[in-house]
T-cell receptor, first 116, second 111 residues
């Protein structure tokens, strides 16, 4: 069965420091991978997606993620944290590859805290 | 701007009183999803429509129903809300599964 594991339910960084949120997946077929951000009382916003093109994916708000098949990882990074980055982050996999339904399996989420 | 809209943003209902949540989209996406999200948890898929085809998740209670009268609109009906149904309900859309786009959610309170 496909699954997603986000290492660390809470991550705290100082403003201006590197942000690294970890995501590992298991999938028997090449997956589509996604990172979403959720602010309090809001829906989820798509940050970036990997759909079997370039392995380094750039997203919105300065975030990027690298697909590493050998490590089954899709970690999210940002060189310099901003206070506005404080939110909940979800990694998700679409385990059906090219399936049109696009059902997602979510990780449990990581809360990012940014300290001034 | 193309978007996913959910109404209302906040809904209060009484135990056992039916409630309907609304979702509309201007993205012209063919797939629409309904999720339930409880505090500090990931969203849980309830069901989705691929065009007009309805797909229910195996563990979605019968208390939850959905309607999609046309491409743009989708409704979530909770026939007899219980206290355990208090949650954020998220609507999302996609085209061919290449990423889902979420609405702002409806926060449901059950008294």
């Amino acid at each position: 069965a496909q699954s997603v594991t986000q290492l660390g339910s809470h991550v705290s960084v100082s403003e201006g420091a590197l942000v690294l949120l970890r995501c590992n997946y298991s999938s028997s077929v090449p997956p589509y991978l996604f990172w979403y951000v959720q602010y309090p009382n809001q829906g989820l916003q798509l940050l970036l997606k990997y759909t079997s093109a370039a392995t380094l994916v750039k997203g919105i708000n300065g975030f990027e993620a690298e697909f590493k098949k050998s490590e089954t990882s899709f970690h999210l990074t940002k060189p310099s944290a901003h206070m506005s980055d404080a939110a909940e982050y979800f990694c998700a996999v679409s385990p059906y590859g090219s399936s049109n339904t696009g059902k997602l399996i979510f990780g449990q989420g990581t809360t990012l805290q940014v300290k001034p | 701007d193309a978007m996913v809209i959910q109404n209302p943003r906040y809904q209060v209902t009484q135990f056992g009183k039916p409630v309907t949540l609304s979702c509309s989209q201007t993205l012209n996406h063919n797939v629409m999803y309904w999720y339930q999200q409880k505090s500090s948890q990931a969203p849980k898929l309830l069901f989705h429509y691929y065009d007009k085809d309805f797909n229910n998740e195996a563990d979605t209670p019968d208390n939850f129903q959905s309607r999609r009268p046309n491409t743009s609109f989708c409704f979530l009906d909770i026939r007899s809300p219980g206290l355990g149904d208090a949650a954020m309900y998220l609507c999302a859309t996609s085209r061919d599964g290449l990423g889902q786009y979420f609405g702002p959610g409806t926060r449901l309170t059950v008294l």
